[in-house]
């Protein structure tokens, strides 16, 4: 877990976002209109407790800075983003999950084996857009993003979400940035916030 989640997402996105609009949409996510640090990341898989999101766009920024940062991306691929786009597409990939997920209870035995009523975490998903096309719909409500920034919000689940897998490679090969983000995005579920 981040110490101090809230204010390194706040730190980073405030160095490196500035473009028109960019402090509206944060003052949303920091307006009692969103949940967006204190949301879970999913139910139970990856981040599923208080916070989890803000961690995970956290870890995401993180990655994708290190992916960015190889020489072969940079020299033979031509990946060469400003820190805004970096920023902006890792921190606000899953921007979708704000106001997603409820507070639920079902019966589960304690450790002494008596039944109680116990916290777990639903979808109650008010806003059916799909998932990055859900993000790259909030965010472009508040800001304009350069078409590869939209690409690589909406594909950054690459090959593992629902869509069709021809528009995916296909948005890989013509977005690089697509690319990028799902590695990062995979990288920080699968090996830093993967659930013991």
């Given at each position: 877990m981040i110490e101090n989640a809230k204010e390194e997402f706040l730190r980073i996105y405030q160095e490196n976002i500035s473009r028109p609009g960019s402090d509206?949409?944060?003052?949303?996510?920091?307006?009692?209109?969103?949940d967006f640090?204190?949301?879970?990341?999913?139910?139970?898989?990856?981040?599923?407790?208080?916070?989890?999101?803000?961690?995970?766009?956290?870890?995401?920024y993180n990655c994708l800075k290190d992916y960015l940062t190889r020489p072969r991306t940079k020299e033979l691929y031509r990946m060469n983003y400003s820190e805004e786009t970096i920023a902006l597409v890792s921190l606000l990939h899953d921007v979708c999950k704000m106001n997603f997920y409820a507070v639920d209870y079902r019966n589960a035995k304690n450790d002494q084996g008596v039944w109680e009523k116990v916290p777990y975490y639903t979808i109650n998903d008010r806003l059916p857009y799909g998932h990055g096309e859900k993000s790259v719909y909030i965010v472009s409500g508040f800001m304009r993003l350069t078409r590869e920034e939209a690409f690589a919000?909406?594909?950054?689940?690459?090959f593992?979400?629902?869509?069709?897998?021809?528009?995916?490679?296909?948005?890989f090969e013509m977005f690089p940035l697509a690319f990028a983000l799902s590695v990062a995005d995979m990288e920080a579920t699968y090996y830093l916030e993967a659930t013991p």
């Open positions: 509206k949409l944060l003052n949303y996510l920091l307006s009692d209109q969103s640090f204190e949301a879970p990341c999913s139910t139970r898989y990856h981040g599923s407790y208080a916070g989890g999101l803000c961690e995970h766009s956290i870890n995401v919000i909406r594909y950054h689940m690459g593992s979400g629902i869509e069709d897998r021809n528009s995916i490679g296909s948005a």
